[in-house]
Protein backbone atom coordinates (compact mmCIF):
# COMPACT_ATOMS: atom_id res chain seq x y z
CA UNK A 1 0.00 0.00 0.00
CA UNK A 2 1.43 3.63 -0.93
CA UNK A 3 1.51 5.63 1.48
CA UNK A 4 2.36 9.75 1.26
CA UNK A 5 3.77 10.98 4.20
CA UNK A 6 3.89 14.94 4.59
CA UNK A 7 6.94 17.33 6.33
CA UNK A 8 4.53 17.22 9.10
CA UNK A 9 5.38 13.37 9.56
CA UNK A 10 8.76 14.01 9.74
CA UNK A 11 9.13 17.31 12.06
CA UNK A 12 6.58 15.01 14.55
CA UNK A 13 9.01 12.77 14.94
CA UNK A 14 10.52 15.24 17.02
CA UNK A 15 7.90 16.77 19.22
CA UNK A 16 6.68 15.60 21.75
CA UNK A 17 2.90 15.43 21.55
CA UNK A 18 3.65 13.73 18.33
CA UNK A 19 7.18 11.55 18.29
CA UNK A 20 5.67 8.23 19.54
CA UNK A 21 3.29 7.79 16.44
CA UNK A 22 5.87 9.50 14.06
CA UNK A 23 8.59 7.08 15.35
CA UNK A 24 6.15 4.20 14.96
CA UNK A 25 4.73 4.95 11.31
CA UNK A 26 8.72 5.20 9.80
CA UNK A 27 9.30 1.74 11.84
CA UNK A 28 6.32 0.32 10.05
CA UNK A 29 6.86 1.74 7.06
CA UNK A 30 10.23 0.42 7.17
CA UNK A 31 9.53 -2.77 7.98
CA UNK A 32 7.45 -2.94 4.93
CA UNK A 33 4.21 -2.94 6.20
CA UNK A 34 3.34 0.68 3.78
CA UNK A 35 5.33 1.81 0.56
CA UNK A 36 6.40 5.33 1.92
CA UNK A 37 5.81 7.76 -0.81
CA UNK A 38 7.73 11.81 -0.27
CA UNK A 39 7.35 13.90 -2.87
CA UNK A 40 9.85 16.70 -4.21
CA UNK A 41 8.04 19.47 -1.94
CA UNK A 42 8.17 17.71 1.14
CA UNK A 43 12.16 17.74 0.34
CA UNK A 44 12.09 21.43 -0.40
CA UNK A 45 10.56 22.02 3.26
CA UNK A 46 12.94 19.67 4.90
CA UNK A 47 15.55 22.37 3.79
CA UNK A 48 14.88 24.80 6.13
CA UNK A 49 13.78 22.21 9.08
CA UNK A 50 15.58 21.81 12.25
CA UNK A 51 19.23 19.90 11.60
CA UNK A 52 17.62 16.94 13.74
CA UNK A 53 15.09 16.60 11.24
CA UNK A 54 16.95 16.80 7.98
CA UNK A 55 19.28 14.19 9.01
CA UNK A 56 16.16 11.82 9.86
CA UNK A 57 14.51 12.70 6.67
CA UNK A 58 18.14 11.81 4.93
CA UNK A 59 17.93 8.26 7.16
CA UNK A 60 14.71 7.39 5.92
CA UNK A 61 14.44 8.52 2.12
CA UNK A 62 16.88 6.20 1.16
CA UNK A 63 13.99 3.57 1.54
CA UNK A 64 11.03 6.17 0.05
CA UNK A 65 10.07 7.18 -3.29
CA UNK A 66 10.48 10.54 -4.31
CA UNK A 67 7.50 11.95 -6.64
CA UNK A 68 7.68 15.07 -8.14
CA UNK A 69 5.52 18.02 -9.75
CA UNK A 70 3.91 17.05 -12.49
CA UNK A 71 1.42 18.88 -14.90
CA UNK A 72 -0.78 16.93 -13.95
CA UNK A 73 -0.22 17.47 -9.84
CA UNK A 74 -0.20 21.64 -10.73
CA UNK A 75 -3.71 21.26 -12.31
CA UNK A 76 -4.83 19.45 -9.42
CA UNK A 77 -3.80 21.75 -6.79
CA UNK A 78 -4.88 24.41 -8.87
CA UNK A 79 -8.34 22.86 -8.62
CA UNK A 80 -8.34 22.57 -4.85
CA UNK A 81 -7.32 26.43 -4.69
CA UNK A 82 -10.09 27.15 -7.56
CA UNK A 83 -12.55 24.91 -5.08
CA UNK A 84 -11.33 26.87 -1.91
CA UNK A 85 -10.98 23.77 -0.45
CA UNK A 86 -7.36 25.87 0.96
CA UNK A 87 -6.46 29.51 0.61
CA UNK A 88 -3.19 30.21 -1.79
CA UNK A 89 -1.40 30.89 0.99
CA UNK A 90 -1.42 27.09 1.68
CA UNK A 91 -0.74 26.37 -1.68
CA UNK A 92 2.11 23.88 -0.73
CA UNK A 93 -0.68 21.85 1.35
CA UNK A 94 -2.91 21.41 -1.80
CA UNK A 95 0.38 20.05 -3.47
CA UNK A 96 1.08 17.33 -0.52
CA UNK A 97 -2.60 16.05 -0.92
CA UNK A 98 -2.57 16.56 -5.27
CA UNK A 99 0.99 14.36 -5.48
CA UNK A 100 -0.62 11.79 -2.91
CA UNK A 101 -3.57 11.33 -5.89
CA UNK A 102 -1.66 11.82 -8.69
CA UNK A 103 0.97 9.17 -7.54
CA UNK A 104 -1.32 6.12 -6.51
CA UNK A 105 -1.14 6.78 -2.96
CA UNK A 106 -4.08 5.25 -0.96
CA UNK A 107 -3.62 7.45 1.93
CA UNK A 108 -1.68 10.38 3.31
CA UNK A 109 -0.64 10.82 6.30
CA UNK A 110 -0.16 14.60 8.22
CA UNK A 111 -0.24 15.96 11.40
CA UNK A 112 -1.65 19.04 9.77
CA UNK A 113 -5.11 19.84 11.63
CA UNK A 114 -5.57 22.67 10.09
CA UNK A 115 -5.35 22.56 5.98
CA UNK A 116 -5.25 18.53 4.94
CA UNK A 117 -6.43 15.94 8.20
CA UNK A 118 -9.60 17.84 9.20
CA UNK A 119 -13.67 16.77 8.71
CA UNK A 120 -14.42 19.87 6.39
CA UNK A 121 -11.40 19.45 4.13
CA UNK A 122 -11.17 15.84 3.71
CA UNK A 123 -14.71 15.78 1.67
CA UNK A 124 -13.61 18.46 -0.14
CA UNK A 125 -10.26 17.23 -1.29
CA UNK A 126 -12.11 14.30 -2.60
CA UNK A 127 -15.02 16.13 -4.31
CA UNK A 128 -12.67 17.80 -6.28
CA UNK A 129 -10.79 14.78 -7.01
CA UNK A 130 -13.88 13.19 -8.37
CA UNK A 131 -14.78 15.99 -10.54
CA UNK A 132 -11.39 15.48 -12.22
CA UNK A 133 -11.60 12.13 -12.54
CA UNK A 134 -9.01 11.19 -9.53
CA UNK A 135 -9.50 8.47 -7.18
CA UNK A 136 -10.58 9.70 -3.45
CA UNK A 137 -7.85 9.76 -1.38
CA UNK A 138 -7.79 8.59 2.80
CA UNK A 139 -6.07 11.17 5.11
CA UNK A 140 -5.65 10.49 8.42
CA UNK A 141 -2.77 11.56 11.39
CA UNK A 142 -0.04 9.05 11.73
CA UNK A 143 -1.94 7.94 14.74
CA UNK A 144 -4.40 6.45 13.06
CA UNK A 145 -2.72 4.46 10.83
CA UNK A 146 0.16 2.59 12.88
CA UNK A 147 -0.97 -0.75 14.15
CA UNK A 148 -2.12 -0.87 18.00
CA UNK A 149 -1.91 -5.02 18.18
CA UNK A 150 0.26 -6.02 20.45
CA UNK A 151 0.21 -9.65 19.50
Same mark, same amino acid.
Given at each position: ? !?V?A???? @?G?V???E? =??P $?KE @?? &??A??GR?SL????V? +?AE?? *?????? +?T??????G?A???EL? +??V??????YL??G????? *????? &?H? &?L??????RM?V *?? %?? !??I??F??I? !??NAV %??L?G?? =?I?I? *?? $? +?V??????
Amino acid at each position: M !KVYADTSV @FGGVFDEEF =TEP $SKE @FF &AEAKSGRFSLIVSAVV +QAEIA *SAPEEV +QTFFREIVGEAEIVELT +QEVLALRNAYLKAGVVTPK *SIDDA &AHV &ALATISGCRMIV *SW %NF !KHIVHFQKIP !KYNAV %NALNGCP =TIDIF *SP $S +QVIDYDDS
